[in-house]
């Protein structure tokens, strides 16, 4: 009998739960995906060894081998310390009787390293660094008691278990990680409706790529396919391509798309503003026709001196914002790409090397829309956020050519207990405003309106949604929107007074210093 979404979800909660003796809940995930992981891929190998041992009696040790890899199994799961006494599978189920047994991280570690090597092609560095492997770090007690629970899950293969369910029980917990611990987890996993609205706005379709420069855990590439097989397509024949900064959160993205039955996939870890790791033949940014991200807002890093990407200028150093948007304008394919991103508001109107590249970008009529979301909808942080939607040049539909849809969604949310929440509702109702385009969407908490390219041009190609769209019951100031302002604000005038008293100085004018 399968079992069901909710007891998966129970069962490795509990063992998720046995590591809080040995670390605090932000680092569970670094232990118990890879675990589950291993988990599947035993369970599976092992039912499928099954069924090709029931069908094929009648074979020779070495005809085996070879039936049951080239007709069976689509992985293979080897032996580790193979000639030695200590000779066994690289399975969960094998080392799970040895748990008792001192040095379990070590046979654990081995056993997930063998399966690395064995299948290089599918499963090169997916269980991350394995630090938790050390008995320093995580004792062999605490590993076998979360051994030992996990164990409780009832066999993960596809003939006890669908892979909407163990890909449903990986989000859970994804989530439930991003709850209770805050900033760590949070920056790798962006809330679901979120990415469920984006990608509504994008529309993936059929055999097209999808491409994430900061994919996280995968969510938005996962999320692509889930919604084209939702509206009738074959989510399986899209391209799903990412790139993630952290070793480990990359293991999780592959393990995660592995989890979802998504195999036509690519996941390269390292700095994307740095090295970026999709490339053509020569040298340049590989394009895609769908690119989705939720960056790291406001990072510090080290502009560019000399990059094709750089349209309009170089973002500043204390912000890599219009950085990551560069990155995705020209990952876009030049017919019918489309960008969607999730940004703080302070792109919208910071001066300086910033407001030279946003005016690039609305001289190119490059951006489409700009979706002013509610506050305190992400893990990691409380203030406001937009959507950014870019189409490749002269792809938009008529209507919204040489202008901008500004959508203001900020007070559609519902409270929970640890931040704000978009409903299918509020979803389907910005969703709606975005394709209706109007100057009133008339919808209960969303304004909507077509502004002109040169009417933003007037406003000094400044974007803040306030300037475009009056709600009718006006939303409090957000203090950290005020803030970034107040500091914008400041800066400028530091320069300012300092390149006054430079000149009073040179004109030997003195004892106007602070």
């Known amino acids: 009998m399968a079992v069901t979404q909710q007891e998966i979800e129970n069962r490795l909660w509990d063992a998720a739960d046995e590591l809080r003796v040995a670390m605090p809940e932000a680092q569970y995930s670094s232990v118990v995906f890879p675990l589950m992981f291993w988990k599947?891929?035993?369970?599976?190998?092992?039912?499928?060894?099954q069924t090709f041992l029931e069908e094929n009696d009648d074979l020779s040790a070495e005809e085996a081998d070879e039936v049951e890899y080239s007709n069976y199994q689509t992985f293979k799961i080897p032996l580790i310390f193979p000639g030695t006494v200590a000779e066994t599978r690289a399975s969960w189920s094998s080392i799970l009787t040895t748990v008792a047994q001192h040095g379990l991280g070590?046979?654990?570690?081995?056993?997930?390293?063998?399966?690395?090597?064995?299948?290089?092609?599918?499963?090169?560095?997916?269980?991350?660094?394995?630090?938790?492997?050390?008995?320093?770090?995580?004792?062999?007690?605490?590993?076998?008691?979360?051994?030992?629970?996990?164990?409780?899950?009832?066999?993960?293969?596809?003939?006890?278990m669908s892979h909407d369910v163990?890909?449903?029980?990986?989000?859970?917990?994804?989530?439930?990680?991003s709850d209770g611990s805050g900033t760590r987890a949070g920056q790798f996993f962006t809330p679901r409706e979120v990415v469920e609205l984006i990608m509504e706005l994008l529309?993936?379709?059929?055999?097209?790529?999808?491409?994430?420069?900061?994919?996280?855990?995968?969510?938005?590439?996962?999320?692509?396919?889930?919604?084209?097989?939702?509206?009738?397509?074959?989510?399986?024949?899209?391209?799903?391509?990412?790139?993630?900064?952290?070793?480990?959160?990359?293991?999780v993205a592959r393990m995660n798309l592995f989890m979802h039955n998504l195999t036509e996939f690519k996941v390269e870890v390292g700095d994307t503003l740095r090295d970026p790791?999709?490339?053509?033949?020569?040298?340049?940014?590989?394009?895609f026709d769908v690119i989705v991200a939720n960056p790291p807002y406001s990072l510090k890093w080290k502009p560019w001196t000399n990059d094709p990407r750089a349209i309009g200028g170089v973002a500043p150093q204390s912000s890599a914002d219009w950085a990551f948007v560069q990155h995705m304008i020209a990952s876009m394919d030049q017919k019918k790409g489309r960008v969607g991103v999730v940004l703080p508001h302070g792109v919208l109107f910071r001066v300086g090397q910033e407001a030279a590249i946003r005016r690039r970008a609305l001289d190119s009529d490059l951006l489409e829309a700009v979706i002013g979301l509610p506050s305190n909808l992400f893990y990691?942080?409380?203030?406001?956020?937009?959507?950014?939607?870019?189409?490749?040049?002269?792809?938009?539909?008529?209507?919204?050519?040489?202008?901008?849809?500004?959508?203001?969604?900020?007070?559609?949310?519902?409270?929970?207990?640890?931040?704000?929440?978009?409903?299918?509702?509020?979803?389907?109702?910005?969703?709606?405003?975005?394709?209706?385009?109007?100057?009133?969407?008339g919808v209960a908490g969303l304004s909507a309106r077509f502004v002109s390219t040169s009417e933003i041009a007037a406003n000094g190609y400044d974007l803040n949604i306030g300037r475009y769209i009056k709600q009718a019951a006006t939303a409090q100031e957000d203090l950290g929107t005020l803030i970034d302002a107040y500091n914008i604000a400041r800066g400028e005038r530091q320069k300012t007074e300092q390149r006054m008293l430079t000149a009073l100085s040179a004109a030997g004018i003195e004892g106007f210093d602070e």
């Open 277 to 287: 790791r999709f490339k053509k033949p020569d040298g340049s940014v590989k394009q």
């Open 106 to 160: 070590q046979r654990v570690r081995a056993s997930l390293q063998a399966i690395e090597s064995a299948n290089p092609d599918k499963f090169s560095r997916i269980f991350g660094s394995m630090t938790w492997t050390s008995e320093a770090v995580l004792p062999g007690e605490v590993l076998a008691s979360v051994m030992r629970a996990m164990n409780r899950v009832p066999k993960m293969h596809e003939g006890n």
């Open 380 to 441: 990691n942080t409380t203030i406001p956020t937009c959507i950014l939607v870019f189409r490749a040049r002269g792809s938009k539909i008529p209507e919204r050519q040489d202008g901008v849809l500004f959508i203001d969604a900020s007070t559609r949310f519902t409270k929970s207990k640890n931040r704000h929440l978009l409903t299918d509702a509020d979803i389907a109702d910005i969703v709606a405003a975005y394709h209706a385009g109007s100057d009133n969407a």
């Open 203 to 251: 529309a993936p379709k059929n055999h097209e790529s999808v491409y994430d420069p900061t994919c996280g855990s995968g969510g938005m590439l996962i999320a692509a396919a889930s919604l084209l097989k939702a509206r009738g397509g074959r989510g399986y024949s899209l391209s799903l391509n990412g790139q993630e900064a952290v070793t480990d959160t990359a293991g």
């Open 166 to 177: 163990l890909g449903g029980a990986y989000e859970y917990l994804l989530k439930r990680f």
């Open 40 to 49: 599947y891929l035993s369970d599976t190998w092992e039912h499928t060894h």
